[in-house]
């Protein structure tokens, strides 16, 4: 079975500051891994993927993350927030077997002026 | 335009009685799924299917039903609902990259806008 972790409900950066979502995943195969985006009353956009390539994955809007093998994580960053990017931010693993996606619970950014 | 659409957007009705969210996607995408979302829990997955008339059940499906008779619709019915479904519900779609049995399958899925239901 899988399992995705995400650390903190709640984040909370100024504008231009660094932002760092963290994610820590479970998974008995090598995953896929994506990050998805909710604004406001809107359905989810992917962010970005992990699909056994590269581990640094650059995603849209300036986010990328780093697929860690020894710890389980890919964390997402941006260098520098803007407030456009004030969302609920999901992680999600992958079965390659059956295309299940298994979310976290999410992280809820909020960005301040 | 490439898009998965959910009617209706919103939705209130009373416990008991029927009713029927649809879901198309116009990308010829094979894997379709239904999704609800509830505070603090992230996304569930309700019910998936892989093709036409196989359909199959997800973490949470009691309550629910499904049918794929077409490729590219997937409704989500409620027989008889209930107040703890009330909820936001996605519909969701994926390809596959590649072809053949050893491709390999990225799972990018696709979500629909949403439905926000609330059983009185």
Sequence with gaps: AQSVTQLGSHVSVSEGALVLLRCNYSSSVPPYLFWYVQYPNQGLQLLLKYTSAATL???INGFEAEFKKSETSFHLTKPSAHMSDAAEYFCAVSDRSNYK???G???LLTVNP | EAQVTQNPRYLITVTGKKLTVTCSQNMNHEYM?????DPGLGLRQIYYSMNVEVTDKGDVPEGYKVSRKEKRNFPLILESPSP?????YFCASSFRRGGGPRSRSYNEQFFGPGTRLTVL
Excluded: A
């Excluded at chain 2, 703890?84 to 936001?88: E, K």
């Design chain 2, 33 to 37: 799924s239904w999704y609800r979302q």
């Design chain 2, 84 to 88: 703890n479904q009330t909820s936001l």
């Design chain 1, 105 to 107: 619970k999410g992280t």
């Design chain 1, 101 to 103: 996606l298994t979310f």
């Design chain 1, 57 to 59: 994955v650059k995603g």
